[in-house]
């Protein structure tokens, strides 16, 4: 008897909340609501968003896949009116295009007590061929203003059942209540995944069909917060709630089943069996002479890997593009030194390979394109080189497409939690690319107290790995009168001079000038007050709100380490040193020390700062921020000098 | 300290990007046979080639107008790109649209060494919407993504446009960036008998060469060494030479146009594009009748209007065909609530008028940056609209491009320029509002107890008026926790705050608005045997100082000057005293004054301080002075004392 109450009322809500979630059903309480209930600084909300994606069978046999979504969206300020424009793109390159249909677009006001209804017109819908393969639905709603409730669907037609759409929870304002329901034909296998930390629930069902059975999934979530900006994210949209589809296979009753993705092994041999990738590693006459040329059999394989890694990346120059698939393939890149990464690693890896070593294409995820989350062959957007030598066990990561790269550096943004080597019988195997090896920079300043009013000195920096990496980034081939003014905007206090750059193959980069500052000592009353790291001390907390959301992210681990001796003016004797401090985060994750002394009338300050983890939990957030605020303290002490009696 | 806002973007004409480089097919001949042997090598005198990102070898332009009703542009320019950077002076790009045709585009790389590397045609060009923004716009632009695999390297680059508006002639600005050397540039426009044609000469420092004869002109520009930007750097066209073109009858998109005068020209725009756009639905004005009441004074119900617009419209930026100029109708923003800035500013005119309240539609460079319409030069000329009402002898300047501006006030988007104003018989240049020096005041009054454990805890009211008001305006639109971050960034001289109030006030009946913040830090000061070492000045340092530049080339500007005025009391705990007090320190010059003094009262400590920093366009050589003013004041504001405990 219980369980039958209970059914009903089950199914009395489900009336009510069909109704609640069905468009045109605006109240006049929606329209007087002045802020958002949970989040009273929002500029609007989306009250809903729900949809569907269901597959019809053309004449021509292919599936077409349908995708309708309706919007129900609150703007609550002035601020939000952006809100009331809207777009969608979609593709109209490839044999087939994709179609895009926008209806019942409407904005509703509260007039006196009753609410208005204003339609979207034609003259408010705008087309824009984007790019060559893309266009732009756009709409603009009128009569919107704050306290609007505006309301449209669109609908979108595709042909391809292999590039089935994001759905995304969760935006930069409140989301309310969102469902979305798939109906997904039985002989094709999706794969699906949900990024991010909030509560989607998920239902199943099958449901028969005249010319197929499909399985229903349904997927809801109520009230998802707002998505805000912090620092010291890699990429946030990695965090955000989002529903990814990937065609995994299509199981056909007649015939054998095409696989797509289904591990990372049907990934790897798709990805290889695709003439712009794997295809292009068979070419070989294009580069024989010149490569041929360039080694010999005497040659240690770390010799080879140097030499081919340095003549591609001299030789080839990074259009800018990245794909893990050949553009100009490799052949005509390499005649025309130009190419996107997969041509220049992909040329790479042949060259490798014919030079006997053991090399294989990586594939990768960059910042930008977020972290790959299932076995896909769409989450990959980057390709480098890897290189197995002597039967080492390690893997030397290659990517030739930038100037600043060496073996085992690759840049930044490549950078992004693990990727995938190839192996040429379609095996794959995961791969870390985050560095194991701290990046170490050492600065090191010999000075002296000038006129008890500046410090006059020379600065030496070296830096290796990324340190190095970055360095290269900023200041190659810069003249000298640029380079110094980069310094100055860096180091902001300074006066700089005969600034230089080095780098030799091989070595730490170094960065050279002679600085005066005029910052770093004061004088008050007839003492003398020096910042112990001169212009080097970090003035400020880089973690400043009050609040946390998301892990720490930093970009790679590194030591730094601060060497500085300031001689003091003759008639000067040190009354006060700052003491020394050792501080460690709980997990030993970031190191600091710092410590001082005064010998013969040299002050001697050395001061380290190690980050051990590059990503801290959104928990140590509390830790992290008083470790740094003891920081800032200490540097901000002072070392006080008196007169000598 | 100063935010900047980035609202109202607002492009009437996003076509009349400066065009440069031009040529015939003769010439072109005669310049490939000039060139054949030994042009393209990559090798110029040090004195050109020092600072240089690029260097234009070879620039021609050529503008024909053989009638009114049509245009054609060819340009040819040889330019060595020595690096990355250089690559943005390359201006492989042309816009088109329904009035306005690509005719051909190309362009050939040679090597270091002269030799032919690439042929780029116009299938290597990327055609793209422009799109910036915008809702809607019918602008295309073809543009080339060169990726060079070798430096230095010269690109010849040619196109031909052709187009039936010759609104918009091109300016020529033969030295556009920094970094940029120029070796030879030149322009010629040839015109028909019955063209009207004129151009004005932009005053500058250098040498242009001038030729003109019947129906034709041309100017060249040689051995130009380039230059680097420069801190705080005054606008190029103060300093470097630019050629303005124009028609006195042109065609418009195919509408006939008049630019005698500007009396003409804007009785033109008044007739073709704003006449018939006026009607208001009748509901519209029954509703704002009765807004008004009984209210009889013009500015008042200006006001009551104006609000209304705000409270019923909001900014897109369409530009469609002739709505490149041509508002939208009046009665279709009252009926959509949207437009650009053309089409809200005039239906906030036709609403005006229903109500007897003339007013102006008027044209204005805008931007924070100032610029002028140039008044001896009648032409299609500002990138955006605002409306002006006659004010006894002023006018009010309205910016209807925003939801939140109060009536009245023009901020720096628009301010102090000169600007058309458009009415059917009166059309002419005036100036807008300006705020300058003291009239950007923000006064800052601190209370800053110093507690027995080294912590602080303060208060503070900051009033800002003038161009600061529209400055802090922009925390209006911030999120709670943007204004913690701004804050933060505000008192940046004391760390580990925790803000216990951040409140804020805008009286925008006055343009004034008021902060009130309150705040506790720990650890503001550090004991070292029994001394304590207090800052003066916490709450707001001006710590900004130029850097040093002893070469400096380029003449300064300031643009609007400022005035910070502030009075801090300081409180001790009560064992503790001041171990002296320093002297009162006041300095002038002619960028500004400063006076900072503190005194002691019933054991607090008050410190007042006085900055004026004024507007003004300054020769480069004496940027040496500013710099060191600003040291000085720098210094000033870092100031600290001593506290002891008290005997």
């Keep these: 008897m219980k369980l039958k109450i209970s059914l009903l009322f089950l199914l009395i809500c489900q009336i009510g909340l069909s109704q609640k979630y069905k468009l045109g059903a605006v109240t006049a309480d929606e329209l007087k609501e002045k802020t958002h209930p949970k989040d009273t600084s929002a500029l609007g909300a989306v009250l809903f968003k729900t949809g569907k994606t269901t597959f019809n069978l053309t004449n021509e046999g292919s599936f077409e896949l349908i995708t309708e979504v309706f919007f129900k969206i609150k703007i609550y300020k002035k601020e939000g009116l952006g809100l009331a424009d809207q777009k969608v793109s979609y593709y109209t390159g490839g044999s087939g295009s994709e179609k895009v249909f926008i209806s019942d677009a409407y904005t509703y006001n509260l007039v006196g007590d009753k609410v208005e209804k204003t339609k979207l017109k034609s003259e408010s819908q705008f087309k824009e061929e984007a790019t060559e393969n893309w266009s732009v639905k756009k709409i603009t709603f009128p009569n919107v203003k704050e306290g609007s409730i505006i309301e449209y669907s669109y609908k979108i037609v595709s042909p391809y059942v292999h590039n089935f759409r994001d759905w995304v929870f969760q935006y930069k304002i409140p989301v309310n209540y969102v469902e979305y329901q798939t109906y997904i034909p039985e002989i094709l296998k999706y794969r699906t995944v949900i990024s991010g930390f909030e509560k989607i629930l998920i239902d199943e069902k099958v449901v028969p069909g005249n010319d197929f059975n499909s399985i229903k999934y349904t997927y809801t979530a109520s009230n998802i917060p707002g998505q805000k900006e912090e620092e010291f994210v890699k990429n946030i949209s990695n965090y955000t709630s989002i529903l990814k589809y990937e065609l995994a296979a299509i199981e056909y009753k007649t015939k054998p089943s095409k696989n797509f993705s289904l591990s990372w092994a049907d990934v790897a041999k798709t990805i290889y069996d695709n003439p712009d990738f794997g295809g292009q590693l068979e070419f070989r006459s294009y580069y024989e002479d010149e490569v041929g040329a360039l080694i010999n059999k005497t040659m240690s394989d770390t010799e080879k890997m140097t030499i081919l890694f340095e003549f591609v990346q001299k030789n080839m120059n990074w259009n800018e593009k990245e794909s893990i698939y050949c553009d100009l393939g490799v052949k005509k890149a390499f005649k025309q030194k130009v190419g996107n990464t997969a041509d220049i690693n992909l040329m790479l890896v042949a060259m490798l390979r014919h030079a006997g070593l053991n090399a294989n294409p990586v594939i990768l995820s960059t910042r930008d394109n977020g972290i790959p989350v299932f076995p896909s062959r769409s989450a990959f957007n980057y390709v480098i080189a890897a290189v197995r030598i002597n039967g080492s066990p390690n893997q030397i990561l290659l990517d030739a497409s930038s100037k600043n790269t060496v073996p085992n550096i690759i840049p930044i943004k490549t950078l992004n939690w693990e990727g995938k080597l190839l192996l040429p019988k379609g095996e794959s195997v995961s791969i870390y690319l985050d560095p194991e090896k701290h990046s170490t920079k050492s600065i090191t300043i010999l000075a002296k107290i000038v006129d008890n009013t500046s410090i006059e000195g020379k600065f030496r920096e070296t830096a290796d790995a990324y340190h190095a990496y970055l360095a290269k980034s900023k200041y190659s081939d810069l003249s000298e009168k640029t380079l110094q003014e980069n310094l100055v905007k860096k180091y902001e206090t300074i006066e700089i001079e005969q600034a230089t750059f080095k780098k030799e193959t091989g070595k730490p980069t170094q960065v050279n000038f002679s600085f005066t500052s005029d910052n770093a000592i004061e004088i008050i009353g007839d003492k003398l007050y020096v910042s112990p790291l001169l212009f080097l001390g970090m003035d400020e907390n880089p973690f400043q709100s009050e609040t946390r959301n998301f892990p720490i992210e930093f970009d790679y681990i590194q030591k730094n380490n601060y060497t500085i001796s300031v001689k003091i003016p003759d008639d000067y004797e040190v009354e006060t040193f700052p003491q020394p401090l050792l501080l460690q985060t709980n997990g030993a994750e970031i190191n600091y020390s710092f410590k001082g002394s005064e010998t013969n009338g040299m002050l001697q300050i050395s001061s380290s700062f190690d980050i051990n983890a590059s990503i801290l939990e959104a928990a140590d957030y509390e830790m992290l921020k008083s470790f740094f605020k003891e920081i800032v303290n200490k540097e901000g002490e002072k070392i006080v000098l008196k007169k000598k009696k | ?647």
């Design chain 2, 1 to 647: 300290m100063f935010f900047k806002k980035n609202i109202y973007i607002c492009s009437l004409i996003s076509k009349t990007q400066p065009m440069k480089s031009v040529f015939t097919a003769i010439l072109l001949q005669i310049s490939f046979v000039i060139f054949a042997q030994d042009s393209f090598i990559a090798t110029y005198p040090d004195s050109l080639t020092e600072n240089a990102n690029a260097i234009v070898k070879t620039e021609r332009i050529l503008v024909e107008i053989p009638t009114e009703k049509s245009m054609r542009i060819t340009k040819y320019r040889v330019i060595t790109v020595y690096n990355e950077l250089g690559l943005r002076n390359l201006e492989t790009v042309e816009y088109f649209d329904k009035s306005r045709t690509v005719k051909s585009i190309e362009g050939t790389i040679y090597n270091a060494s002269g030799k032919e590397i690439k042929r780029i045609r116009r299938k290597d060009f990327t055609e793209q919407a422009v799109s910036q923004g915008s809702i809607a716009t019918d602008v295309r632009v073809l543009f080339l993504e060169y990726t060079p695999v070798s430096y230095p390297f010269t690109m010849i680059y040619e196109s031909e446009i052709s187009s039936s508006t010759t609104a918009f002639l091109p300016t020529w600005m033969p030295v556009d960036s920094y970094f940029l050397s120029v070796i030879h540039s030149s322009i010629t426009v040839q015109y028909g008998e019955n063209v009207r044609f004129k151009y004005k000469e932009i005053p500058f420092n250098y040498n242009l060469d001038k030729k003109e004869e019947k129906g034709k002109i041309s100017f060249t520009f040689q051995n130009f060494k380039a230059l680097r930007s420069e801190e705080m750097a005054a606008k190029m066209t103060t300093f470097l030479p630019s050629v303005l073109f124009g028609l006195d009858a042109f065609q418009y998109e195919g509408v006939l146009g008049i630019a005698e005068s500007w009396n003409l020209y804007g009785k033109w725009i008044y007739d073709k594009l704003l006449k018939e756009t006026e009607e208001i639905p009748v509901e519209t004005i029954n509703t704002i009748a009765q807004l008004i009441g009984t209210e009889t004074d013009p500015m008042k119900k200006a006001k009551i209007i104006y609000e209304y617009m705000q409270s019923k419209t909001r900014y897109v930026s369409i530009q469609l065909g002739i709505g490149g100029w041509k508002p939208m109708l009046a009665k279709d923003v009252d009926r959509l609530g949207y437009g650009d800035c053309k089409a809200l500013t005039n239906y906030t005119r036709s609403l005006l008028k229903v109500f007897n309240i003339p007013s102006y539609y008027s044209l204005v460079y805008s931007g924070s940056e100032k610029r002028d319409i140039t008044e001896d030069f009648v032409s299609m000329q500002g990138t955006h609209a605002i409306l002006g009402i006659p004010n006894n002898q002023k006018i009010t300047w309205l910016e209807c491009t925003s939801q939140t501006m109060p009536f009245g006030f023009q901020g720096d988007f628009t301010d102090d320029r000169k600007v058309l104003i458009i009415s059917e018989n009166e059309s002419k240049i005036v100036k807008t509002a300006s705020y300058l020096n003291e009239q950007n005041l923000q006064k800052t009054h601190s209370k800053v107890v110093l507690n027995p454990d080294n912590s602080m805890s303060c208060e503070v009211k900051i009033v800002s008026s003038g161009i600061v008001y529209d400055e802090k305006l922009a925390l209006k639109t911030k999120k709670p926790e943007d204004v913690k971050d701004y804050y933060n960034a505000f008192f940046s001289t004391i760390n580990n705050k925790k803000f216990t109030k951040t409140d804020f006030k805008d009286a925008s009946s006055q343009f004034e608005f008021t902060e009130n913040i309150q705040f506790n830090a720990e650890d503001f000061v550090k004991k070292v045997q029994d001394k304590i070492i207090l800052p003066l000045n916490s709450v707001n340092q001006v710590a900004f100082v130029p850097k040093k530049n002893k070469d400096r080339k380029i003449p300064f500007q300031i643009d609007r000057g400022y005035c910070m005025e502030d009075e801090s009391i300081i409180s001790l705990p009560s064992n503790l005293q001041a171990e002296a007090l320093p002297e009162i320190q006041k300095f002038e010059s002619e960028f500004g004054t400063y006076v900072a003094s503190v005194s002691e009262v019933n054991g607090s400590l008050i410190y007042k301080r006085k900055l004026v920093i004024k507007s003004g366009f300054y020769e480069a050589q004496k940027f040496e002075s500013y710099r060191k003013f600003r040291d000085q004041i720098a210094r000033a504001e870092n100031s600290k004392i001593v506290v002891i405990t008290k005997p």
